[in-house]
């Protein structure tokens, strides 16, 4: 059996001297709303599906802004 999980996480923008800002929970409401981060996630799952053939474990970034971790157990 092959196990696998994807974590979506937000990247870190690198400011310096800017006071820290509470961190708030982003619910994305509807799904056609935010067709440009669905673009980015499905090239990621096609390459996810291709490296399974390799067996790699990889972080792959989509965006600037988002990006998936990749981990697969086999």
């Known amino acids: 059996m092959i196990s696998s999980y994807y974590k979506f ?3 870190k ?3 310096k001297n800017k006071k820290k800002k509470k961190k708030k929970l982003v619910i994305i409401p509807n799904i056609f709303l935010n067709f440009s981060i669905l673009r980015y996630i499905s090239k990621c799952i ?3 599906i291709i490296s399974l053939k390799n067996r790699i474990k990889k972080t792959i970034f989509c965006n600037k802004y988002y990006s998936i971790k990749v981990s697969v157990n086999f």
């Open 46 to 48: 096609e390459f996810y």
């Open 9 to 11: 996480i937000k990247k």
């Open 13 to 15: 923008k690198n400011k």
